[in-house]
């Protein structure tokens, strides 16, 4: 686990593996509530993705607070925009000597990871957003996720293999663009 400082603040992030030379580094970022662990672990725990894992150095960035054990902010804190989170990542890259990302984002993190990459197109040769681990972070609380139960991985497993998991996200796009009633 490291720390970088950039121009809106400290940012936490965790490396695991090794930098494969030419290949990418797969960069995630986290949604709103969740740090990468809380986000992320069950998705690279999963046996399917044991192959990627192996070729690829991970880097989970978690936004500023949300790391495990951060104090509190001080009141009257300016946290940054997601768009400053975005301006982040650079640093981050800096400091790793990394020249090239693929995203894996959820929520928040996906948008933050989007506009990073329209502003450095160069460096990103892919962007995921975890569809199934969205889907199921709105059916299952926390709790009910980190617990790791049956139903959790029946509904995962439906979701995961789901033949029509664009459509899925089309519909999942739809309903996080609806209107307030």
């Not at 690279?44 to 894992?53: A, N, S």
């Not at 460096?123 to 980190?146: W, Y």
Request: contains cysteine; charged residues 15%.
């Amino acid at each position: 686990t490291h720390s970088v400082e950039t121009p809106y603040g400290s940012v936490t992030f965790t490396v695991y593996g090794t930098p494969k030379p030419k290949r990418p580094a797969i960069l995630t970022y986290h949604d709103v509530g969740l740090n990468y662990k809380s986000c992320f672990q069950p998705l690279f725990q999963f046996e399917d993705m044991q192959e990627i894992i192996q070729n690829f150095v991970r880097v989970h960035v978690d936004a500023p607070g949300m790391e495990e054990g951060a104090p509190v902010f001080p009141l009257g804190y300016q946290y940054p925009s997601l768009d400053q989170l975005a301006d982040m990542i650079p640093c981050v890259l800096q400091y790793l000597n990394f020249s090239t990302i693929i995203g894996v984002g959820v929520g928040a993190g996906a948008y933050i990871l989007a506009r990073y990459a329209l502003n450095h197109p160069d460096t990103v040769e892919g962007l995921t957003s975890s569809i199934p681990e969205m889907i199921l972070g709105h059916l299952f609380s926390q709790e009910e996720l980190s617990g790791n139960s049956e139903l959790i991985q029946k509904y995962r497993n439906i979701i995961t293999h789901a033949p029509n998991l664009d459509n899925i996200e089309l519909y999942w796009n739809s309903y996080n663009n609806r209107r307030d009633l």
